[in-house]
C-alpha cells in the first residue's frame, strides 16, 4: 500500500461555503445539460462533484460544457452535410 505525502488540514472534510454551494449548483445543471451523457453516466457525475472542491467544480462544469458544445458542433456540421448527401443519390 502506498502512503500519500500529501495530507489535508481537515481529512475527508469540506467546507460548504455559499460559493461551493453556487459552483455545485452550476455544476450539476452542467451535468444535467450533457447530451453526450446517458442517465447512469450523469448520476456518477453528479456524485463526483459532491467530492470535488470549489476550483476542481468550476473547471469540470467548464470541461463538460466545452465538451457538449465540441460535440454539438459537430452534429451540426453533420446534419448541414447529410441533406447534400441525399439529394446525390
Same mark, same amino acid.
Given at each position: 500500500?502506498?502512503?500519500?505525502?500529501?495530507?489535508?488540514?481537515?481529512?475527508?472534510?469540506?467546507?460548504?461555503?455559499?460559493?461551493?454551494?453556487?459552483?455545485?449548483?452550476?455544476?450539476? &445543471? *452542467?451535468? !444535467?445539460?450533457?447530451?453526450?451523457? @446517458?442517465?447512469?453516466?450523469? %448520476?456518477?457525475? +453528479?456524485? #463526483?462533484?459532491?467530492?470535488?472542491?470549489?476550483?476542481?467544480?468550476? &473547471? *469540470?462544469? !467548464?470541461?463538460?460544457?466545452?465538451? @457538449?458544445?465540441?460535440?454539438? %458542433?459537430?452534429? +451540426?456540421? #453533420?446534419?448541414?452535410?447529410?441533406?447534400?448527401?441525399?439529394?446525390?443519390?
Amino acid at each position: 500500500m502506498e502512503i500519500s505525502t500529501v495530507q489535508l488540514t481537515n481529512p475527508g472534510v469540506y467546507e460548504f461555503t455559499d460559493e461551493r454551494g453556487k459552483r455545485l449548483r452550476h455544476y450539476n &445543471e *452542467a451535468v !444535467r445539460r450533457a447530451q453526450f451523457l @446517458d442517465e447512469d453516466q450523469k %448520476k456518477k457525475w +453528479q456524485m #463526483l462533484g459532491y467530492l470535488l472542491d470549489t476550483g476542481q467544480l468550476a &473547471e *469540470a462544469e !467548464r470541461v463538460i460544457i466545452s465538451e @457538449d458544445l465540441a460535440r454539438l %458542433k459537430t452534429r +451540426q456540421k #453533420l446534419n448541414a452535410i447529410k441533406p447534400k448527401f441525399e439529394q446525390r443519390k
